[in-house]
């Protein structure tokens, strides 16, 4: 029995990609390549979602945990630049093929498949973009879903499929009878706007940025002060649980009195505290309040009032 590797995100494509082989006789595996920021959500929550679908599919899965790597080799440093985003689109699918490649040698997969539908996404799903891809990579892939519209020797039971519509997916959810899949999984979080703008912003202003500062750019609300130190503030308790994750790496900053909002900043230069204490104030509804802190071991307690000045000239 011939063996395929198949890109998978759990989305639709997919799945259809994976039944589409085991019903022509192809012994499958999916391989999850988790960069962290993959499905609209950050710091590698997607992959017990992926595994629950491909449980239910019949799917053989492998997952790879690429965070470090990819935010090193890719999200930093893109070859091919960035989209309209955060988004090295053209570097994470010539990331993800070579990890493919590699997982391919291992078990002596015979190809590697994707989801990929010709049209679908402008940065990425085109003829031009396949062409790269195959060059960089030096690797053939096979595109069933729409590999008769790229391939004039596609066997028959490759499809062609093109655009951004669904309709034909729909119809072969049906027919391979698949109950479960992610929607709109090919979604990224690098493409959000509010993200994206973050990303850049760091980008910008900061030496030496860790994968943790890019996870941080999710939650909460973003500040830079004059000095040029990074704030966080929490907007809820939610995030005030977990804001305070990143105290072992961050300088936290929490109300004396409870209740109100916590921040965490890093580096943080004379004079900063204040403006802390005084932007927690305004956002905890107080008119004065005590922060505490701890640097270089030893706790220190600021006093701050809500912020005065035009705040959203420190806002991110």
Not at 242 to 251: D, V
Request: aromatic share 8%; hydrophobic share 35%; with cysteine.
């Amino acid at each position: 029995m011939h063996k395929a590797i198949v890109l998978f995100s759990g989305g639709l494509d997919s799945v259809i990609v994976c039944k589409l082989l085991q019903k022509n006789g192809w012994e499958v595996t999916a391989l999850f390549i988790d960069t962290g920021f993959i499905g609209r959500e950050i710091n590698g929550k997607m992959e017990q979602k992926v595994r629950n679908i491909a449980d239910r599919e019949g799917i053989r899965l492998k997952a790879l945990d690429v965070r470090n790597c990819y935010f090193q080799k890719v999200l930093l440093h893109p070859r091919f630049g960035y989209g309209k985003g955060a988004n090295p689109c053209i570097d994470c699918r010539i990331f993800m093929i070579n990890k493919a490649k590699e997982w391919k040698e291992k078990i002596g997969a015979d190809i590697i498949a994707t989801g990929e539908v010709l049209g679908q996404r402008p940065m990425t799903q085109n003829k031009n973009t396949f062409r790269l891809m195959e060059k960089q990579t030096g690797i053939r892939i096979l595109r069933p879903l729409s590999e008769k519209l790229l391939n004039e020797d596609s066997e028959d039971w490759c499809l062609d499929i093109q655009g951004r519509g669904m309709k034909r997916q729909m119809e072969l959810k049906e027919k391979l009878n698949i109950k479960s899949y992610i929607p709109h999984s090919g979604g990224c979080i690098l493409t959000e706007e509010v993200f994206s703008r973050r990303f850049r912003e760091l980008l910008k202003n900061e030496e030496n940025i860790e994968l943790s500062d890019v996870i941080l750019l999710e939650a909460g609300r973003h500040f830079r002060l004059p000095s040029g130190t990074k704030v966080v503030l929490a907007r809820d308790e939610r995030e005030c649980k977990y804001l305070q994750g990143f105290c072992n790496r961050y300088t936290c900053f929490f109300p004396v009195e409870r209740p109100g909002t916590i921040a965490v900043a890093k580096k943080i230069k004379t004079g900063d505290g204040k403006i802390i204490a005084s932007l927690i104030a305004h956002y905890s509804k107080k008119r004065r309040i005590r922060v505490k802190y701890c640097l270089e071991g030893k706790e220190h307690i600021e006093e701050g009032e809500p912020f005065s000045q035009n705040i959203s000239l420190l806002m991110i």
